[in-house]
Structure formats: C-alpha cells, structure tokens
C-alpha cells in the first residue's frame, strides 16, 4: 500500500501489496529464508492470498528470468535447487538402471547377457523393484509428510535415500548370482526412500512459493517445476559422470586386447558413480536436519482440522481419479522407455557403436530432455498457456511422434532412415518433459488442501508408479519386447491420457492454496461455499457440466462471507461503504477506536485490500495485538 497501488484479484478481491510482500525485501534474505519463509512472514503474506491470484482480465506474461543482480539469480537457483536434490538423486540412481545395465551385461557376460549362471528372469527384476519400492514410499512416506511435517518427512526419506546409495555403491557378494540379488535389495531399499521425495518435493514447493506472498503465489508453478527438474538434472549427470568415468577407466592398452575394459575398470566405473552419487544426498541430509524450517503453511493447517479422507474422497474423488489416471498413463510411457533406453539408443546409434558411443547419445536424450523441463517453468504460470493446455499439447505431441515412429518404423530402422528416427525419438523426450511429465508432478500437489496435500499427492504418485510398474514388466515378457510394439503401446497411453486430462482435470493455476484450504474448511463445517475455487474457469468439464458445482458460485455472496472469515481468523476488517472497522471475532459490526488500531486507521500497514461485491473497496487493517491471521 506504500505506493497505494492495487493489483486485481479475480471478481471479488483486490489485493494491495506491500513491497515487501511483493517479494522486493527478499532480494536481501539469506538462503534459507528464501527456500523456506518463517511463520512470520507467512502470517503476514497470506493475508492477501484469499480468492483467486489472477484477473479475469489479466493476462500479463510472468517472465522466467528477471534478476537484479547476480547474487539475486543465485539465491533463486539455491531456492529451487536445494529443495530439488531429493529430485536429482532420485534421477541419477533410478534412471541410471537403463544406464549401467550395458556395464553389468560386460562385466558380468554369464550372468546379464549370457544367462549362463543367473536366469534371465532374475536379471530383469532390477528393472522393476526399485519402481515397487518407489510406491510403498509414496504411499507411506506421504502420508508420514502430513502427520509429522514437512521438515522431518524429508529428512526421513533422505536417511532411507543414503542407506541406499550406500547399498548401491558397495554392493558385493562371492557369486554373480549372489550380487545381483544384493544388487536387487540395495535398489528396493533406495527407491523406497526416493518415493517419499515426490509428495514431500511437489507439497514444499507449492506452500513456499505460497508463504513468499501473493507475488510469489502467481509464480507457484514455476517453483514447483524448477524444483522437478533436478530430476532431469539428475539424469543429465549420471549419464555425464558415466562417460567421463568410463574414459578414465578404459585401458591405455586396448589394441592388445579385443575389448578395452577389464572387469575391475567396469566396476569401477559405476561402483564411483553411485559414490558421486551419494555427495548431494549428504548435503541434503544435512540441510534438511540443521537448516531447513517447518512448512509455515503446513504449521498453520495442521491443528484444528481433520483429514477426513471420506470428506476428500466425496468432495475430490474426480480430481483424484485424474490426477492418478493421468500420471499412470503417463508413466507407463515415460519409465517404460527410460528403464529399456538402452536398446532404443541401439538403434539409434548408428552401426556399430561401443558402450561409450552408446551412452553419448543417451546423454544427448537426456539434454533434450533437460530444456523441455526448463522450457516447462518458463510458460507454466502464464495465463495464455497455464498447467491443462500444457499437459494436453505434451500428450497430444507425444502420441503424433509416437503413432509415426510405430507406423513407419522399418523405413526409420533403416541405416537412411535413421537420422528421421533421431529426430522423433529426441523431440518426444522434449515434448514429453516440456508436459505431462511437469504438470502430472504440479498438478497433484495443487488440487488438494493443506491438511492431505502429501497424502493425495503420495497416492497419485503410488497409482503412476504401478504404470511404469506395469511398462517394466510388460516390455520384459510379452511381445512388446518388439521396439515397434513399444511405439505403438506407448502412443495408445498417451491418446488415454489426453482424453483424461481433457474432461477430469481442472486448471488450479488462478486459484491460490490458502483458498483452496477455505473451501476444504467449509466442506468440514457442512457450510455451503460460494467462492473462487468453484468459479466454472477453475473446475474440469466434469465437475462443471457433470457435478454441477459452479451452481453455488456467487461472487456478492462470497465477498461478504470472505469479511467475515477474516475477522473469525484475527484481522480488523474495514467496510469502504459504511467506514466502519469490524473487530476480530463474530457478532455483527463492531466499531474500533482509532486508538484500538494504532497508526493504522487508514489501513497504511495493512497486508491486503479487498473488493467487496459491490465492487466497493473494503481494506484489511493489520491484526490487533496478540492476533494472527491465518487466512
């Protein structure tokens, strides 16, 4: 209000920002306080994020990149980067199956190529059991993030990630056989813990960004996505480390022999992967224990609310079935090619190419890939473009290049079709990370309230991981071992997943959580709910034209209700049309003194103005002494 400027909230509100509120005082906070806002300033910025974060009218571009200076930049990066670690290490050691299983194949020739010793059987069940360890951490470990907090959830599944890694890297036993049964264990053991990260990641982001103010609410998406591409990150890295460590390990003397890697040097080379692998996840570890603060949005839900889950099951169960359906279908696709990357880079690489070839053209992939996640964040909150068009166009992207791919692919096999299957096959990674793979990740941490965001978003996150359980095991023993029939079955799921989005999936991207939490607070008082988050812009086509839910939006009814929640929650609310303060609590108006509210008569210091149905101004004061707005 300094510069006694107001921004448009949607229909009934229009927020006034501080410039700290703004997010213009941060530029001088430490790290810390950017990847997690204090109680404090949470109380004081969700003061003006009730109703919707955009305009009806509004459709301002919300640029990726704007930075004062350079420290500025770094501490965005930190703000993303810190928090995405569990990301990336989930990406460098899971995706980094399809990367090693080549070396192993050299090292161990009985065991992984030749099924001398082992059985085949038993040589694909790492394929698939760190994908079974993923679900029962997603299912468990989200909903331990809503019983205990976001803090401690996060360190518990970073104590079980380095376990893990610690497994992975030092693995040994007597017998081939024996080691890949270690092998087995140490992978079921990291992905349980890598499956907490995902509702623990995708919770965190949307309630910092949330905490920052209003400013940074509207950039929500951004911060959430950001913080998933650590895991393309990740991938990028394993692969870059593979290569480089395969380099170092190669034999000065290969011309003498007819392969250039003894057993040792193979070993060594993912056995130091996994070891540079385990960096990021102390760091982690140790952030998370001595530095990282508690959810303030979490904090300020926990008590005094229920997590009902047959409320959340009646009120949410479409967007639950979506956002488990959609990144099912999508991962069925997106796991399923990356765990046999392998024997698609053998066909994209031209004829004849050795394990360190192979594995440059799967770090190309994997850079593709990266820009399509940073691409993603860029577009992600503009208004224009926003999370369900974004997920539609990725699924409808990955479909076409998929059908085409499947439809000529002896031609593209061929040696002079091969650069057109290049092109497909990398421009479906971008596509696929520039959609579904974001926004199914944002979405199911957007759609739920406070109280069983993690619980929801864990779900959701199970559900998709049986997809990619199911594309492991399908690929391995049917005829989908066929590259064609993976082309074919994978484009299939993505023509499901657009029809899914398309009519279940709703666009949270104007409404803010804290009204999100409003509704999912009035769903537990039995009361009748009249605002934003049932505007018909805000719901699927099935809630809208199904379920009818938009029948009680009244954007006057709700206006008025707003006021009277916020005096409920501690503010002094004042009514531009009559001039009168009410006093925090219920009971009709009351009248405060100007010397009951300070220096704040004319509202100077207050958090937010709103715009009351009668398109008249009503200002919040700041709260009175002793009392905090958890709005």
Not at 80 to 91: D, K, Q, R, T
Not at 308 to 318: Q, S
């Amino acid at each position: 209000m300094s510069d006694g400027r107001t921004t448009p909230l949607a229909g009934n509100y229009t927020g006034s920002m501080t410039s700290s509120e703004a997010g213009t005082t941060t530029r001088s906070a430490g790290v810390d306080t950017l990847i997690s806002p204090t109680s404090e300033q949470y109380e004081k910025n969700m003061q003006g994020l009730v109703g919707s974060l955009f305009d009806p009218s509004e459709e301002e571009d919300i640029p990726l990149l704007y930075f004062h200076s350079f420290m500025s930049f770094f501490k965005w990066v930190c703000s993303w980067a810190i928090p995405g670690l569990g990301m990336f290490s989930e990406a460098y050691f899971v995706f980094s199956i399809g990367n090693i299983k080549p070396i192993l194949a050299d090292q161990y020739p009985a065991c992984w190529s030749k099924y001398q010793v082992c059985s085949k059987t038993i040589t694909q069940i790492p394929d698939y059991i760190q994908i079974v360890g993923i679900i029962l951490g997603m299912c468990t470990l989200g909903y331990l993030g809503d019983k205990i907090g976001r803090k401690w959830g996060s360190v518990f599944t970073a104590s079980i990630m380095l376990v893990g890694a610690i497994l992975l890297t030092a693995v040994d036993a007597p017998s081939e056989k024996g080691f890949v049964i270690m092998y087995i264990v140490a992978q079921f053991t990291f992905g349980y813990g890598v499956g907490g990260e995902y509702p623990m990641a995708a919770g965190s982001a949307a309630e910092r960004a949330e905490a920052k103010g209003r400013a940074s609410a509207r950039k929500r998406g951004r911060e959430v996505v950001m913080t998933f591409s650590m895991q393309g990150v990740g991938n990028f890295t394993n692969t870059a480390v593979l290569c480089i460590l395969l380099t170092i390990y190669s034999s000065t003397e290969a011309n003498k022999r007819t392969h250039k890697y003894t057993g040792w040097r193979l070993g060594g080379v993912w056995r130091t992967a996994y070891g540079i692998g385990m960096i990021p996840i102390l760091y982690m570890l140790y952030y998370r224990i001595f530095r990282l603060r508690e959810s303030a949005v979490w904090k300020k839900r926990k008590s005094g609310e229920s997590r009902n889950m047959g409320l959340l099951m009646k009120h949410y169960w479409p967007r639950l079935m979506a956002t488990c359906g959609c990144w099912f279908l999508w991962d069925f696709s997106f796991y399923g090619n990356k765990v046999f990357q392998s024997a698609f880079i053998k066909i994209l690489s031209p004829a004849g190419a050795d394990l360190e070839e192979t594995l440059l053209w799967t770090l190309l992939n994997s850079g593709v890939a990266l820009i399509g996640y940073w691409l993603a964040a860029s577009v992600i909150d503009n208004p224009k473009v926003g999370r369900l068009r974004l997920q539609l166009l990725g699924f409808a992207a990955v479909c076409i290049l998929f059908y085409l791919a499947a439809a000529i692919y002896p031609s593209l096999a061929s040696k002079k079709g091969l650069p057109t299957f290049q092109f497909i096959y990398f421009f479906s990674s971008f596509w696929g990370q520039f959609g579904p793979n974001c926004t199914t990740f944002l979405l199911a941490g957007e759609l739920y309230p406070t109280e069983v965001r993690t619980t929801a978003h864990g779900m959701s996150a199970g559900v998709a991981k049986v997809g990619a359980l199911w594309a492991t095991i399908w690929f391995n023993y049917s005829p989908l071992t066929v590259a064609r029939n993976k082309f074919w079955a994978t484009s299939t799921f993505n023509v499901a997943g657009f029809l899914l989005t398309l009519v279940f999936l709703p666009d949270p991207m104007r409404i803010s959580l804290a009204e999100t939490d409003r509704r999912w607070r009035y769903i537990l008082a039995g009361r009748t709910y009249h605002g934003e988050a049932i505007n018909p812009k805000s719901l699927s086509l099935f809630e809208r034209y199904a379920l009818r839910l938009h029948k009680n939006y009244d954007r006057k009814l709700d206006a008025e209700e707003s006021l009277e929640d916020l005096r409920e929650l501690g503010l002094e609310v004042k009514d531009a049309r009559t001039g009168n303060y009410l006093a925090p609590g219920s009971g009709g108006v009351q009248p405060v003194s100007d010397s009951a509210r300070g220096a704040n008569v004319n509202g100077k210091e207050g958090a937010a103005g709103f715009t009351n149905g009668f398109g008249n101004p009503a200002t919040i004061g700041k709260p009175l002494a002793g009392q905090v707005a958890h709005v």
